[in-house]
């Protein structure tokens, strides 16, 4: 099974059933991918998602997130600080590393400095890309 970190850009992509990107969530919640969290991704989904739909969606999102047999809960005790543009996207990648997520699938090109890293690694993937992966 993949074990993945969904950037919240790409998760608002996903969740409309009409989007291209929905068989993205559709594997999600039928287990075939694992999503890798914590809790400031969980609130940073709940945050963005009540502002671009509403607040009961937003936490029947992040409750069905939460309560998948799939979705593996990783703490990150070391934060590598390696978006300067951004730095709230860290969280994305400091669970990824910490997991040993495959992807981090993401269309924010603040991401793209990770290309520039040696160590830790962390393969980037547009929410498209990954996407076209899964069929």
């Known amino acids: 099974m993949r074990l993945i970190v969904l950037d919240t850009n790409c998760l608002l992509q996903a969740l409309p059933t009409k989007s291209p990107y929905h068989k993205v969530w559709t594997e999600i919640l039928c287990g075939n991918i694992s999503l890798c969290v914590n809790t400031e991704i ?42 300067e543009q951004d730095v709230d996207d860290n969280k994305f990648v400091d669970c990824a590393v910490a997991a040993d997520a495959e992807y981090i699938v993401t269309n924010d090109n603040h991401f793209n400095a990770l290309k520039e890293i040696d160590w830790p690694k962390v393969a980037v993937l547009t929410i498209m890309e990954f996407a076209a992966q899964i069929g």
């Open 42 to 83: 969980l609130n940073e989904y709940e945050e963005i998602l009540s502002l671009k739909t509403t607040k009961e969606i937003a936490h029947n999102v992040v409750e069905a997130i939460a309560r998948l047999h799939t979705t593996k809960f990783q703490e990150t005790y070391i934060h590598f600080n390696l978006i």
